[in-house]
């Protein structure tokens, strides 16, 4: 029965993550389509970038949504800290590839963040203070994310080292999906905020 559940679990936590926030509340405020303007990437940066900071938060807000309530689902259930960990990396893949927007999602990042909230907020904490941080020193989203991606496997060690695994499957797909931006920041060609 725990098993057929966790199933169903992560299953709807791929479906709710495959629901696009940004192309919606694009649609909404009738801003162009963020797949197509600005970075091509359906996530908050770009929707700030065509509309500012009101679509912005809200696309935010949902994304981080999508990852908070499966894995507070499953959390509440008292399901294991590696099947919390498989239903926040279903969210993300949602996101990364919904399937009600042709498999063109976002980076995952806020999704991966919601995922924490609940299962552990101190760590949630230092992961939106060292995004905040990198963020406010360099004025560049994906180095921001991916410094701070990078630091969730110490993070959850220090705070619960029970969901050390689980953050580390969620650093490695949130890294993965920032290939380009890292190439790109090796180059020296990345976009930032000035």
């Not at 800290?81 to 590839?97: D, E, M, N, R």
């Not at 490695?172 to 290939?179: E, G, K, N, S, Y």
Request: aromatic share 12%; proline share 6%.
């Amino acid at each position: 029965m725990t098993s057929a559940l966790a199933l169903l679990i992560i299953l709807s936590a791929y479906l709710f993550g495959s629901i696009s926030s940004a192309v919606l509340i694009c649609r909404v405020f009738a801003l162009d389509d963020p797949r197509l303007r600005g970075s091509g990437n359906p996530g908050a940066t770009n929707v700030y970038r065509l509309g500012g900071a009101l679509p912005a938060a809200l696309t935010l807000l949902f994304d981080v949504l999508k990852g908070m309530l499966p894995v507070w689902l499953a959390y509440f259930l008292g399901l294991p800290p590696i099947t919390l960990g498989f239903v926040a990396i279903a969210a993300c893949l949602g996101h990364i590839y919904p399937l009600f927007f042709r498999f063109r999602g976002g980076k995952g990042v806020a999704t991966a963040l919601g995922a924490m909230f609940p299962v552990a907020l101190p760590m949630t904490l230092m992961l939106i203070l060292t995004w905040v941080f990198v963020f406010l020193v360099t004025r560049v989203s994906s180095l921001a994310a991916l410094i701070t991606v990078g630091l969730s496997p110490l993070y959850a060690y220090l705070v619960k080292p029970q969901y050390t695994v689980p953050a580390c499957m969620l650093a490695a797909l949130i890294i993965w999906r920032h290939r380009s931006n890292i190439q790109r920041l090796w180059r020296g060609t990345e976009t930032g905020f000035r």
